[in-house]
């Protein structure tokens, strides 16, 4: 019922840029909240960055100050601005939105994965 897809990783250059992109599509009543979560080989999967429904964001330590999350309420879109982007950054980046498909329907949902890798 509720599709999410990812688009926008690739390979960047240490202190390079790239923009992630998430578009939700299905039966959705309301999205609560947003967020990016990312896994690096060996490593356990962590949460990059979130936004709720009211616009308030939330970032790793490791990102802060690097990476913007926006959102789209119209577009059901959310967004990830990554600046200055490290080796340590390289990971399969998920997409994941907490929302409603009815008023009494709640759920979590993933997107399929993006991979971003930094390297020279």
């Known amino acids: 019922q509720v599709q999410l897809v990812e688009s926008g990783g690739g390979l960047v250059q240490p202190g390079g840029s790239l923009r992630l992109s998430c578009a939700a599509s299905?039966?959705?009543?309301?999205?609560?909240?947003m967020g990016w979560y990312r896994q690096a080989p060996g490593k356990e999967r962590e949460m990059v960055a979130g936004i709720t429904s009211g616009g308030s964001t939330n970032y790793a330590d490791s990102v802060k100050g690097r990476f913007t999350i926006s959102r789209d309420n119209a577009k059901n879109t959310v967004h990830l601005q990554m600046n200055s982007l490290k080796p340590e950054d390289t990971a399969v980046y998920y997409c994941?939105?907490?929302?409603?498909?009815?008023?009494?329907?709640?759920?979590?949902?993933w997107g399929q994965g993006t991979q971003v890798t930094v390297s020279s």
């Open positions: 299905g039966s959705i009543f309301r999205i609560n909240a």
């Open positions: 994941n939105i907490d929302a409603n498909s009815s008023i009494l329907r709640r759920d979590s949902y």
